[in-house]
């Protein structure tokens, strides 16, 4: 796996606790080992910009994901280019007091979210919204017992 994490901001965000997150996704989606991905923290302005040039709507985002290859999870992948995922902290942080999370916690949500959106998932039905959130969720919680696991030691 080739993964690239960037920090462009002025925000503290764990990018080591995003990598390992990233792996543990790249194993629990069954991706090929070879596949690609760039993770970057980007400012509001940044965001709003590629949130109007991509999606055409104004104003900032929490998460931007731009798939390259259209790869998706089987059970014999294919290497590739997964893509790329923006991810806005500044933005996240005003978003967190409505989602009951600290900023780690909705950037590792986010990651989740954005990797799901990479492989084909969205939410733009009810039976869509219903399928991703419900990977989403059962994926994150994997992710946190991975972690509280590694944590011990």
Known sequence: MTLTLEN???YVVDLETLEQQARFLFGA?????EVELSITMIDTQE???????????A???DILSFPMDELRPSDIPEPGMLGDIVICPQYVELDTVRHGMELSER??????????HLIGYDHATEEEYA??????DE???QWRIE???SDRG
């Open 107 to 116: 950037i590792e949500f986010l990651l989740v979210h954005g990797m799901l």
């Open 131 to 136: 399928a991703m959130f419900a990977l989403q």
């Open 147 to 149: 972690r509280q696991r």
């Open 139 to 141: 994926l994150l919680a």
């Open 47 to 57: 965001m709003e910009a590629l949130h109007l040039e991509w999606m055409q709507e």
């Open 29 to 33: 989606l069954r991706l090929h080992p």
């Open 8 to 10: 462009e901001t002025d």
């Open 59 to 61: 104003g900032a985002t």
